[in-house]
């Protein structure tokens, strides 16, 4: 099983990014996903999580900006980042816990993708 990440890039304060994650493998279902980052010396931090059933949540300081969302039937989760801010800038990590066959449930990490807030 593995994840992957994608959609990070160099954008200026106040533009747009979408990042996209896809598990695949043999999975055998998926309960939450969530996306984290991390800034150099600090800890990795959760940014948005959605539930199985499409609950969501959000750190306060992406609430009203971020909208995190899944595909249920294709694995995979997006995070639409609108009105970024240079304190947006962090390495974004996709996490899951994915039901697999004999092992049950794990959780997963995607391998990051770098998000660059600046003009």
């Known amino acids: 099983v593995q994840l992957q990440a994608s959609g990070g890039g160099l954008v200026q304060p106040g533009g747009s990014l979408r990042l996209s994650c896809a598990a695949s493998g043999s999975i055998l279902g998926i309960n939450a996903m969530r996306w984290y980052r991390q800034v150099p010396g600090k800890q990795r931090e959760l940014v948005a999580a959605?539930?199985?059933?499409?609950?969501?949540n959000y750190a306060d300081s992406v609430k009203g900006r971020f909208t995190i969302s899944r595909d249920r039937a294709k694995n995979t989760m997006d995070l639409q980042m609108n009105i970024l801010e240079p304190e947006d800038t962090a390495v974004y990590y996709c996490?899951?816990?994915?039901?697999?066959?004999?092992?049950?449930?794990?959780?997963?990490w995607g391998q990051g993708t770098q998000v660059t807030v600046s003009s």
């Open positions: 996490n899951a816990d994915i039901v697999i066959a004999q092992y049950g449930l794990r959780a997963f």
């Open positions: 959605i539930t199985s059933r499409g609950n969501t």
